[in-house]
């Protein structure tokens, strides 16, 4: 397991958990203007790892949502889409990251589980 270093880990914890096929990114906390960067890179590097199939985002324990981290996750979409590979994004319940997926449209767009 990997912890991502951030500039305030107070706000965001970043856990990667790397099987032989895929990988787990557990985030917890607030993904915003000033946390978002440091997640976007976490998921491009992880999304570039020789060997993987897939990427989970667990994004259950997220307590805020914002635009850059919308795009962040929009950006490693793309990413595993051009790699020819899947990531699978967990919202859990929490209304702090389903709402803002749902206005977007993103929620059509990812492949969301365990609702």
């Known amino acids: 397991?990997?912890?991502l270093p951030v500039d305030d880990p107070a706000r965001i914890d970043v856990r990667i958990t790397t099987?032989?096929?895929d990988c787990s990114v557990a985030v917890h906390g607030e993904?915003?203007?000033s946390t978002a960067p440091g997640l976007r890179d976490c998921l491009l590097e992880v999304l570039e790892?020789?060997?993987l199939s897939g990427v989970r985002v667990d994004l259950s324990q997220v307590t805020f949502l914002d635009s850059a981290g919308l795009s962040a996750l929009a950006v490693a979409h793309r990413a595993a889409?051009?790699?020819g590979r899947t990531m699978t994004v967990r919202c859990g319940t929490a209304?702090?990251?389903v709402r803002p997926l749902q206005?977007?449209?993103l929620w059509d767009v990812f492949a969301v589980v365990d609702v």
């Open 95 to 97: 209304r702090a990251v």
């Open 49 to 51: 790892r020789p060997g």
């Open 31 to 33: 993904v915003d203007s």
């Open 103 to 105: 206005i977007t449209g």
């Open 81 to 83: 889409v051009s790699a």
């Open 19 to 21: 099987s032989a096929e």
């Open 1 to 3: 397991m990997t912890a």
